[in-house]
């Protein structure tokens, strides 16, 4: 279990993930080494469970995302099993949620224009298994992505 | 940013696995020497494709067992402003993504709450009292995974 000081780093690290480790330290009043070994501790114990690049698709010249919504047809008990597997062979997807609630499924798609997503829309997404209903938010723009907790 | 080779793709593939890879590990797992790779890393976060790091943490293990998207249509479009809504919602600690979007929502975002009775407090508290909000739909998230997407796709152009 975190304890107040890996909290005291974790809060730091969340917020801002891209600052050096000395900064890191400092803001959370702990020396470079021990935050280090924390920091290395936390993500054996899988309390971090990665720390990764994130890839702005948008400076790639990918610049449509669009969030698509399911409801699947839950008469088939190995329907979102199905589904997932499908949808995790779409390159285009980047991430797949599951929920509980109306929407059952929720997928981030990103292409790289409005033509070349009708064609990932019809080819690859309109053919996904046991679909009852969908529908689509297209992303206009990203006001706040942050990990942060209030912990 | 175009013109990325397939040790580039190689590299990004690496990164969005695990950012804290060493220029000189990286290099050995694709054959490259360090200095090599760390121009080419550099490169990348120049021009934004390697766009900052993301700390996944396990949220249960903190304490934090409810992750809830939210879709938000405004009620009083013309009314209210965008950028009243926005600066609004962005200021509250428990929302952790906010995006605009178009489509039967206005505003789709991610709030994460130590149990269900703490997502209610912030409903109602927090949300149900933002400036113009109108219809809300809430659906807790039970599962998650982030793929890479379509490197493959970049490589030969």
């Given at each position: 279990?975190?304890?107040?000081?890996?909290?005291?780093?974790?809060?730091?690290?969340?917020?801002?993930?891209?600052?050096?480790?000395?900064?890191?330290?400092?803001?959370?009043?702990?020396?470079?080494?021990?935050?280090?070994?924390?920091?290395?501790?936390?993500?054996?114990?899988?309390?971090?469970?990665?720390?990764?690049?994130?890839?702005?698709?948008?400076?790639?010249?990918?610049?449509?995302?669009?969030?698509?919504?399911?409801?699947?047809?839950?008469?088939?008990?190995?329907?979102?099993?199905?589904?997932?597997?499908?949808?995790?062979?779409?390159?285009?997807?980047?991430?797949?949620?599951?929920?509980?609630?109306?929407?059952?499924?929720?997928?981030?798609?990103?292409?790289?224009?409005?033509?070349?997503?009708?064609?990932?829309?019809?080819?690859?997404?309109?053919?996904?298994?046991?679909?009852?209903d969908s529908d689509a938010l297209m992303l206009v723009s990203t006001i706040k992505d942050s990990a942060e907790l209030t912990l | 940013m175009s013109g990325l080779d397939s040790i580039d793709l190689a590299i990004l593939?690496?990164?969005?696995?695990?950012?804290?890879?060493?220029?000189?590990?990286?290099?050995?797992?694709?054959?490259?020497?360090?200095?090599?790779?760390?121009?080419?890393?550099?490169?990348?976060?120049?021009?934004?494709?390697?766009?900052?790091?993301?700390?996944?943490?396990?949220?249960?293990?903190?304490?934090?067992?409810?992750?809830?998207?939210?879709?938000?249509?405004?009620?009083?479009?013309?009314?209210?402003?965008?950028?009243?809504?926005?600066?609004?919602?962005?200021?509250?600690?428990?929302?952790?993504?906010?995006?605009?979007?178009?489509?039967?929502?206005?505003?789709?975002?991610?709030?994460?709450?130590?149990?269900?009775?703490?997502?209610?407090?912030?409903?109602?508290?927090?949300?149900?009292?933002?400036?113009?909000?109108?219809?809300?739909?809430?659906?807790?998230?039970?599962?998650?995974?982030?793929?890479?997407?379509?490197?493959?796709?970049?490589?030969?152009?």
């Open positions: 279990m975190p304890d107040a000081t890996d909290r005291r780093i974790l809060r730091q690290l969340l917020a801002d993930p891209d600052a050096s480790n000395s900064a890191l330290a400092d803001r959370a009043g702990v020396t470079t080494a021990s935050l280090w070994r924390r920091v290395e501790r936390m993500r054996a114990a899988g309390v971090i469970s990665a720390i990764r690049s994130r890839i702005d698709w948008r400076a790639l010249g990918w610049e449509v995302e669009v969030s698509l919504r399911f409801t699947l047809d839950k008469t088939n008990p190995r329907a979102l099993d199905e589904f997932i597997a499908a949808a995790r062979e779409v390159p285009e997807v980047t991430e797949i949620q599951t929920f509980l609630g109306s929407v059952d499924l929720r997928l981030s798609v990103i292409a790289r224009d409005m033509a070349h997503w009708q064609q990932v829309y019809r080819d690859r997404i309109l053919t996904l298994p046991h679909v009852s | 593939r690496l990164l969005a696995e695990d950012a804290t890879r060493s220029a000189a590990e990286i290099g050995r797992s694709i054959g490259i020497g360090q200095s090599a790779a760390w121009r080419r890393i550099r490169k990348l976060g120049e021009s934004g494709v390697l766009a900052g790091r993301r700390v996944v943490v396990d949220n249960a293990a903190l304490g934090f067992g409810v992750t809830v998207f939210l879709g938000i249509r405004l009620a009083a479009k013309g009314r209210v402003s965008l950028e009243d809504f926005e600066r609004a919602v962005t200021a509250i600690p428990e929302v952790q993504t906010v995006q605009h979007v178009l489509g039967q929502f206005d505003y789709r975002l991610r709030i994460t709450a130590r149990d269900i009775s703490d997502f209610e407090r912030i409903l109602r508290r927090r949300i149900m009292t933002l400036p113009g909000v109108g219809q809300v739909e809430a659906n807790v998230m039970l599962s998650e995974e982030r793929l890479p997407g379509p490197l493959g796709a970049l490589a030969g152009r």
